[in-house]
C-alpha cells in the first residue's frame, strides 16, 4: 500500500486483482482498469468462431473472453464463471454450451455457460476414507480423444465418461505417499490455512496421449512422473530413468507427443530447494529412456512451468518459464527467448495452441493473456529455410474478416487488448540486409493484374509487409468537405493472389490464399454484385474529378484573364459572367460550403461517396435501391457534364476570339487524354 505523504486520504493498493485507489482513507475504491496485470494459471481455447480464451486467475475466479471482438477486446467482454482461486478451465467439447471450471482444492463444476449456474462435480471419499488429498492447483484433463471423458488428480487419478457425474479410480495412490509431507496441520502456523495451499503429495499434472487413450500420463508434487498403457490397470513409476533430474522435483507440466504414443514431454520445478535452473526432458519409448532438452549453457532462464510440442511440426517446441517464453525449432537443441509484441520478462505458466487457427495462446502470471497470431512462420523455420538467401515463410489463409461496428472508447482508463490484424501479412526472410538494386513487393490477382505495390523492409532475418486487400480508392474531385466515404477502395473476391518480390534483377513469387469469414452468409454472387457496383461508381467518381478540373481549369483561366484587364471593361465582365457560369456548373457536383458531415451541402459527389461508402464496407450484394441510386447519380452527373460541353461549344469559341483581339492566350479545355497522361 502506498499512502500519500500529502493527503493521508489518498490511498493506492495492489493485491491479486490488480490496482485500487481510495480517496476516502479506504472507504470506498476505485478499480484501475487500464493495466494487464491478471495473474493466470492456466489457459485452454474452444472453437468458436472467433475462438474464446478460457482460463484461471489467482485469487480471482474463472474466466472466459473472446480471441478478437469488434473495436477490441475490454474488460467487459470477459465473463467471470466459477468463483474461488481459478485453476483449470476448459469447454466442454461436446457441448459448447457447457463447461469445466474449477477453485482450489478439487472443487471442480461443470458449468452452463449461458445461465452460469454449476454442479459441482468433485469426486468425494469413499466410506471410511480420509479425505482426499487434491492439490490447491489440482489438475483437471480433457479427453482428446474421448468426448465426456474428464479427469482429475488428488492422491490417486479419477476417470469420468459421463461429465463428472459419476468417477472410477483408475490408479493406486501414484505420489510417494510420504507421511512426513502431509503434516500440514502441525506445520501451518497458529492455524492451519483454509486456502488448501499446504496440501501435499498429490497429482499435479495429467495428460492423455492423442495417439492412444490407453496411454495416460501424470505427474505429482513430490517427484513421482507414472504412467499406464492399458488404461489405468497398471503403472509404472519413470522417474529414476531421468539422468541428472533432482529427486522429488515437482512435475508441472506432462506433454504426450501428437505423433507418436511413445513420446512425452515433461518440465520439473526445483525451485523450493534453491535450484532456479529449467528443467525439461523428453521420451520417446513411454519413459524407459529420456533426453534432456536444456543443455547446461543454455540461454534459458527460470525454473520451468510448461512444455508444449506443436501440432503440425514436432521440431517446433514452447517452453514457459518463471521468465517468459522460449521456442526451438530444432526439437530442443537451440532456444531462443521469444520477445515479439514487447511479450516480458513474465511468468509464462500455461500455453495452448489452437489447432484451427494456428494461434499459440500464452497464460502469464502477472501480464494476462498474450497471443502470438499464426504460428505457421515459426513451423517453417527449418535450417533449409535459414540458409536460404530470401524465402517467403507460409501463413494460414487470410480472412476477410466481417467488416461488423462495435465496441466502445472508454478513454484512456480502460485497457483494450488489440484484435489480430485485419490485413493479409505476408512474411519474407533475408539471409543477409538488401543493399544494391531496387528491392519491391507486389499483388496481382489471377490473371496477372498488379492490384498493388505494398512497402518493403531491406533488413535482415525476417520481414512483414501487410496488404489491405482492398482495390485502390477511387479519385474524388476537391471540395469544401472532406469525403470520409470514399477513402478506401473496395474489398477484393476472395481467392488466391501472387505475391512477387523482386531484388535487384531477381525475382521471388509465393501465394496467398483469402478465404471469407466462416461466419459470413454473404453468397459469391452477391460478393461480386457489390464489387461490380462499387467499380462501377468508382468509375463515375473519375468521371466526376475529370469533370470537375476540366471546369477548375477553364474558370481559373478566365478568371487569370480577367485580371489582366481593366475591371470596367466589357471583356473583363463577360469573363467574370463566364466564370460564374462555369462556377455555377462546379457547384452542382460538389459542396462549396464548409458545413459538418451531416449538415454540410449535399451534392452529386457528397450522395455518391456516401453511397458507395455503404457499398464498399458491406460485403454482401446491394440492394435495387442502391443499384437505381447509382444509375440515378450517373445519370445526374452526365447531364451536368453535358450542359459543360454545350456551354464550351456555345460560348467558349465566341470568348476566344474577343482573348485574341486582346492579345491575350485563348483558353482550351483539358482533354481526357490529356489529364490521364498527367497522372491526375
Given at each position: 500500500m502506498w499512502i500519500d505523504p500529502n493527503d493521508t486520504d489518498h490511498l493506492i493498493t495492489g493485491d491479486d486483482g490488480g490496482l485500487w485507489f481510495s480517496y476516502d482513507a479506504g472507504n470506498k475504491w476505485v478499480k484501475n482498469e487500464n493495466l494487464p496485470v491478471s495473474q493466470f494459471y492456466h489457459v485452454s481455447v474452444d472453437m468458436a468462431r472467433p475462438y474464446n480464451v478460457y482460463g484461471g486467475l489467482q485469487d480471482n475466479s474463472s474466466w472466459v473472453g473472446p480471441s478478437e471482438f469488434p473495436g477490441g477486446i475490454t474488460n467487459h467482454q470477459w465473463e467471470n464463471m466459477y468463483g474461488g482461486d481459478g485453476f483449470w478451465m476448459f469447454a466442454d467439447p461436446s457441448d459448447p454450451d457447457y463447461l469445466y471450471a474449477e477453485y482450489q482444492g478439487g472443487e471442480i463444476a461443470r458449468v452452463n455457460r449461458r445461465t452460469h449456474e454449476s454442479r459441482n462435480v468433485r469426486p468425494l471419499p469413499q466410506y471410511q476414507e480420509k479425505k482426499l488429498r487434491f492439490n490447491w492447483n489440482t489438475p483437471i484433463h480433457v479427453s482428446p480423444t474421448q468426448r465426456g471423458?474428464?479427469?482429475?488428480?488428488?492422491?490417486?487419478?479419477?476417470?469420468?465418461?459421463?461429465?463428472?457425474?459419476?468417477?472410477?479410480?483408475?490408479?493406486?495412490d501414484l505420489t510417494t505417499n510420504d507421511p512426513q509431507k502431509q503434516k500440514q496441520e502441525q506445520s501451518g502456523g497458529v492455524t492451519v490455512d483454509n486456502s488448501a495451499a499446504e496440501m501435499h503429495t498429490t497429482i499435479f499434472a495429467i495428460a492423455e496421449s492423442p495417439k492412444n487413450p490407453d496411454v495416460i500420463w501424470a505427474g505429482t508434487d513430490d517427484g513421482n512422473l507414472q504412467v499406464t498403457r492399458d488404461g489405468g490397470k497398471t503403472w509404472t513409476n519413470v522417474v529414476a530413468k531421468i539422468v541428472g533430474l533432482p529427486r522429488n522435483a515437482w512435475v508441472t507440466s506432462v506433454e504426450p507427443g501428437h505423433f507418436d504414443a511413445g513420446t512425452i514431454y515433461a518440465t520439473f520445478d526445483v525451485h523450493t530447494f534453491g535450484d532456479m535452473r529449467p528443467y525439461a526432458y523428453k521420451s520417446s519409448d513411454f519413459g524407459a529412456t529420456w533426453t534432456p532438452l536444456i543443455a547446461p549453457d543454455s540461454p534459458v532462464r527460470g525454473y520451468a512451468h510448461v512444455i508444449k510440442e506443436d501440432l503440425v511440426n514436432p521440431?517446433?517446441?514452447?517452453?514457459?518459464?518463471?521468465?517468459?517464453?522460449?521456442?526451438?525449432?530444432?526439437?530442443?537443441?537451440?532456444?531462443?527467448?521469444?520477445?515479439?509484441?514487447?511479450?516480458p520478462a513474465v511468468a509464462v505458466r500455461d500455453?495452448?495452441?489452437?489447432?484451427?487457427?494456428?494461434?499459440?495462446?500464452?497464460?502469464?502470471?502477472?501480464?494476462?493473456?498474450?497471443?502470438?497470431?499464426?504460428?505457421?512462420?515459426?513451423?517453417?523455420?527449418?535450417p533449409q529455410v535459414l540458409a536460404s538467401a530470401v524465402a517467403f515463410l507460409p501463413a494460414r489463409p487470410t480472412v476477410q474478416r466481417l467488416q461488423a461496428g462495435g465496441g466502445w472508447s472508454n478513454g484512456d482508463a480502460m485497457y483494450i487488448g488489440p484484435n489480430p490484424p485485419s490485413d493479409a501479412v505476408i512474411t519474407y526472410y533475408q539471409r543477409r540486409r538488401h543493399i544494391f538494386g531496387d528491392m519491391k513487393l507486389e499483388v496481382f490477382d489471377a490473371s496477372g493484374k498488379l492490384l498493388g505495390t505494398l512497402p518493403t523492409s531491406k533488413r535482415r532475418g525476417l520481414n512483414r509487409a501487410t496488404w489491405s486487400m482492398r482495390l485502390t480508392a477511387p479519385r474524388v474531385p476537391p471540395a469544401a468537405s472532406a469525403a470520409f466515404g470514399a477513402a478506401f477502395g473496395p474489398h477484393v473476391l476472395p481467392g488466391t493472389y501472387t505475391?512477387?518480390?523482386?531484388?535487384?534483377?531477381?525475382?521471388?513469387?509465393?501465394?496467398?490464399?483469402?478465404?471469407?469469414?466462416?461466419?459470413?452468409?454473404?453468397?459469391?454472387?452477391?460478393r461480386q454484385a457489390a464489387l461490380d457496383l462499387a467499380l462501377k461508381m468508382s468509375g463515375t467518381l473519375t468521371d466526376m474529378t475529370f469533370a470537375v478540373e476540366r471546369m477548375n481549369g477553364v474558370r481559373q483561366a478566365l478568371d487569370?484573364?480577367?485580371?489582366?484587364l481593366p475591371t470596367g471593361d466589357a471583356v473583363t465582365k463577360r469573363l467574370r459572367a463566364a466564370s460564374?457560369?462555369?462556377?455555377?456548373?462546379?457547384?452542382?457536383?460538389?459542396?462549396?460550403?464548409?458545413?459538418?458531415?451531416?449538415?454540410?451541402?449535399?451534392?452529386?459527389?457528397?450522395?455518391?461517396?456516401?453511397?458507395?461508402?455503404n457499398i464498399v464496407f458491406y460485403d454482401g450484394g446491394p440492394s435495387q435501391t442502391q443499384i437505381e441510386r447509382a444509375d440515378a447519380l450517373a445519370r445526374e452527373l452526365a447531364d451536368v457534364v453535358r450542359d459543360f460541353d454545350a456551354w464550351t461549344t456555345r460560348d467558349l469559341a465566341g470568348i476566344n476570339a474577343v482573348l485574341r483581339s486582346k492579345k491575350l492566350e485563348p483558353i482550351a479545355v483539358l482533354s481526357r487524354q490529356q489529364w490521364e497522361a498527367a497522372g491526375q
Open positions: 471423458t474428464i479427469y482429475i488428480g488428488a492422491q490417486v487419478l479419477f476417470r469420468s465418461r459421463d461429465f463428472g457425474q459419476t468417477w472410477e479410480r483408475i490408479s493406486p521440431n517446433l517446441l514452447f517452453l514457459g518459464t518463471e521468465f517468459g517464453l522460449w521456442v526451438s525449432v530444432d526439437g530442443g537443441k537451440q532456444w531462443a527467448h521469444y520477445k515479439g509484441g514487447d511479450l500455453l495452448a495452441i489452437h489447432p484451427r487457427d494456428h494461434d499459440l495462446v500464452i497464460a502469464t502470471h502477472g501480464r494476462g493473456i498474450w497471443i502470438v497470431d499464426d504460428i505457421s512462420l515459426l513451423r517453417a523455420l527449418t505475391i512477387k518480390l523482386t531484388k535487384d534483377t531477381a525475382t521471388f513469387t509465393t501465394q496467398l490464399a483469402v478465404v471469407p469469414d466462416p461466419r459470413s452468409t454473404h453468397t459469391a454472387q452477391e487569370e484573364r480577367a485580371a489582366r460564374a457560369a462555369v462556377d455555377a456548373m462546379r457547384k452542382k457536383i460538389v459542396a462549396t460550403k464548409e458545413g459538418g458531415m451531416i449538415t454540410g451541402e449535399e451534392r452529386l459527389r457528397e450522395n455518391l461517396t456516401d453511397l458507395y461508402s
